[in-house]
Antibody, heavy 119, light 108 residues
C-alpha cells in the first residue's frame, strides 16, 4: 500500500528555521516525483515545487523560489521542505503528494503538516 | 504564468447535476485534473487527464475539456459531495504545475 506519512505539527517563532518531512512507503521512492503544496488558513491550494528523488532534480514555483528548500533522502525514502527563517505568513498546512508516473496529477497525498509561526 | 479560473461557489439541490468550470487559455490542449477536498482532509483526485476516473471514484463524477474551459460534472449530487474542488494542470512552457483557485460546492 502506497503511503506518504508527514511529520507532526510545528509551532515556531518568526526567524526560526524548520524542516518538515514526508516519508514514502509501499512503492519505489526514487521513481516518482514528490510535490509540495501549501494551503493557508481558509484558502486554496498553492503549488510550491516538486522533486525527483532519483536524481534530486527539483523545480520550484516562482512564488516559492528562494523562500524554501526541497530535498530528498533516498536512503530513508524521505522528502523534506525547509525554511531558514520563518515568517508569520508561512503559517499554513503543507501537503506532500506523489505525482503519478505516467501523468502530472497527484495520486497519493500525505496527511498534511500544520506549521504555525507566531511570536 | 498560466492562470486557471474557477467560480468561487456552486450550489445545487440533491439529485441534480453540478457543473464546475475551470477556465484557462487553450486549456483544451493540456490534461486537466480535478481534486476534491473535504474539511480537515487532504485532497483526493476525482478525475485525472480530463476524463479518467480513478479507482474507487463513483461514476457520477465525470470530466470534459475543450477550448478554453474544462468542466467537472457531478451527476445526482449527494450531501456527501459537499466539498471544495480544485482543477490542476501542468504548464509545459514554464514547467510548472498550477492549481485553480477552488470552487466550494454547496448541496442545498
Amino acid at each position: 500500500e502506497v503511503q506518504l506519512v508527514q511529520s507532526g505539527a510545528e509551532v515556531k517563532k518568526p526567524g526560526e528555521s524548520l524542516k518538515i518531512s514526508c516519508k514514502g512507503s509501499g512503492y519505489s521512492f526514487t521513481s516518482y516525483w514528490i510535490g509540495w503544496v501549501r494551503q493557508m488558513p481558509g484558502k486554496g491550494l498553492e503549488w510550491m515545487g516538486i522533486i525527483y528523488p532519483g536524481d534530486s532534480d527539483t523545480k520550484y514555483s516562482p512564488s516559492f523560489q528562494g523562500q524554501v528548500t526541497i530535498s530528498a533522502d533516498k536512503s530513508t525514502s524521505t522528502a523534506s521542505l525547509q525554511w531558514s527563517s520563518l515568517k508569520a505568513s508561512d503559517t499554513a498546512m503543507y501537503y506532500c503528494a506523489r505525482q503519478e508516473g505516467g501523468s502530472t496529477y497527484l495520486d497519493y497525498w500525505g496527511q498534511g503538516t500544520l506549521v504555525t509561526v507566531s511570536s | 504564468s498560466y492562470v486557471l479560473t474557477q467560480p468561487p461557489s456552486v450550489s445545487v439541490a440533491p439529485g441534480q447535476a453540478a457543473r464546475i468550470t475551470c477556465g484557462g487559455n487553450n486549456i483544451g490542449s493540456r490534461p486537466v485534473h480535478w481534486y476534491q477536498q473535504k474539511p480537515g482532509q487532504a485532497p483526493v483526485v476525482v478525475v485525472n487527464d480530463d476524463s479518467v476516473r480513478p479507482s474507487g471514484i463513483p461514476e457520477r463524477f465525470s470530466g470534459s475539456n475543450s477550448g478554453n474551459t474544462a468542466t467537472l460534472t457531478i451527476s445526482r449530487v449527494e450531501a456527501g459531495d459537499e466539498a471544495d474542488y480544485y482543477c490542476q494542470v501542468w504548464d509545459r512552457s514554464s514547467d510548472q504545475r498550477v492549481f485553480g483557485g477552488g470552487t466550494k460546492l454547496t448541496v442545498l
